[in-house]
């Protein structure tokens, strides 16, 4: 996996809150294949995790949610954590940022909680998707297709529902951000039926 995305610039977003190992194995498996990756938050300088029952490290906050756009980066992954996405979801900023990878076709990856942000964008409508499972029944509010799996992926968007998913969920997340952006909802819109993914 050694520069399998060596040219490829990741967002990760955070608050206080988030899972601890939810970061920091993606991190460090985006980093082996060669990513240049970003630690993204509302927060100014640190961000708080939260290790399993309790409070974590802080770590550094590479850039605020106020000056990044998503055109700036090739991938998105969302940490989970319970206190993490449910502030994120009510952050405009944050909501806006999330939507621009739909909307530009990119690959995008949540565990656990993670997708309880997603649900914001509107995007969710027959997507079929995976995260802890106390978030079904909002996912499947939002239209989203829910299964009990260890990782699912449609066109790009890779989720999945605890820390003990985190192997096959970094290994899918490396394989989608390597395939680049999934066109999918562009053709949708243009009425093409090229689709990858």
Same mark, same amino acid.
């Given at each position: 996996m050694e520069n399998q995305l060596k040219?490829?610039?990741?967002?990760?977003?955070?608050a206080n809150g988030f899972e601890e190992v939810e970061l920091t194995q993606p991190l460090e498996a985006l980093k082996n294949a060669g990513a240049t990756v970003d630690i993204i938050s509302p *927060?100014?300088?640190?961000?708080r995790a939260w290790a399993e029952k309790d409070w974590g490290k802080d770590y550094p906050v590479d850039k605020n949610i106020l000056d990044v756009v998503a055109s700036d980066y090739d991938a998105l992954v969302l940490p989970g954590g319970v206190m993490n996405p449910d502030h994120l979801r009510t952050n405009d900023r944050v909501i806006a940022f999330v939507t621009g990878f739909f909307d530009d076709d990119k690959p995008i990856a949540a565990i656990c909680h993670g997708p309880w942000t997603l649900i914001e964008t509107g995007e969710l409508?027959?997507?079929k998707v995976t995260s802890y499972p106390s978030l079904k029944t909002d996912? *499947?509010?939002?239209?989203?297709?829910?299964s009990d799996e260890e990782v699912v992926t449609?066109?790009?968007l890779v989720t999945s529902r605890?820390?003990?998913?985190?192997p096959a969920f970094c290994k899918k997340m490396i394989e989608e951000i390597a395939e680049g952006r999934h066109y999918?909802?562009?053709n949708e819109?243009?009425?093409?039926?090229?689709q990858l993914g």
């Open positions: 040219d490829k610039k990741v967002a990760i977003v955070v *927060e100014e300088k640190t961000v409508d027959g997507r996912l *499947e509010n939002a239209g989203a297709l829910w449609d066109k790009g605890t820390p003990k998913d985190l999918q909802r562009a819109r243009k009425g093409g039926v090229h």
